[in-house]
């Protein structure tokens, strides 16, 4: 599994706008009779936290609005259809380090397909971030770069600030 960092700095985290906040319930709204028409989720996906994010979805059970931060993680997270998470670098022991499927500051994990620590979670007064993608092998409809480069382009438009990518 690749994981994809976005590292941006000078972000500035709000409320969610009424856009923002429309698209991820439109989103979830159309997602919802997708997974209705679908098969069932699999054991696989069901433990990752975006498939519980699904499950959920499935049962109308949708995400609510939280700040920008998390708000437009979630979208890409529903769009990609894979698991994102956003973390606080302040927070953080750097350097990271990738072992296995998980990413790990210098005295825990921080982040994996399957939970997220929320002890480093984002909040309005989060200046700098990362985000971090779990590329599955089945994960092609975009280059990995591409698809990072993609997401930062939004994110900093949206939180202002610069970002780098980096592929683990």
């Known amino acids: 599994m690749q994981i994809g960092v976005i590292h941006y700095t000078n972000i500035h985290i709000s409320d969610s706008s009424t856009?923002?906040?429309?698209r991820l319930q439109f989103h979830q709204e159309l997602l919802h009779f997708d997974l209705l028409d679908s098969d069932?989720?699999?054991e696989d996906e069901?433990?990752?936290h975006h498939g519980r994010?699904?499950?959920s979805i499935q049962k109308e059970d949708y995400l609510l609005p939280i700040h920008s931060g998390i708000d437009l993680t979630h979208f890409f997270m529903?769009?990609?259809q894979l698991p994102i998470?956003?973390?606080?670098?302040?927070s953080l022991y750097l350097p990271l380090q990738k072992k296995g499927n998980a990413l790990y500051?210098?005295?825990k994990e921080i982040a994996s397909p399957f939970c997220m620590d929320q002890t480093t979670s984002t909040s309005e007064a989060t200046v700098h971030a990362i985000q971090c993608f779990f590329f599955s092998h089945a994960s092609t409809t975009h280059t990995y770069s591409e698809l990072l480069e993609a997401a930062g382009t939004?994110?900093?438009h949206v939180h202002g600030g610069t970002f780098k990518i980096e592929l683990l």
């Open 46 to 48: 069901i433990r990752t």
């Open 19 to 22: 856009m923002l906040k429309g």
């Open 40 to 42: 069932t989720l699999t």
């Open 85 to 90: 998470t956003l973390h606080d670098t302040g």
């Open 154 to 156: 939004m994110f900093t």
């Open 53 to 55: 994010i699904l499950q």
């Open 105 to 107: 500051d210098q005295t």
């Open 78 to 80: 529903l769009e990609y």
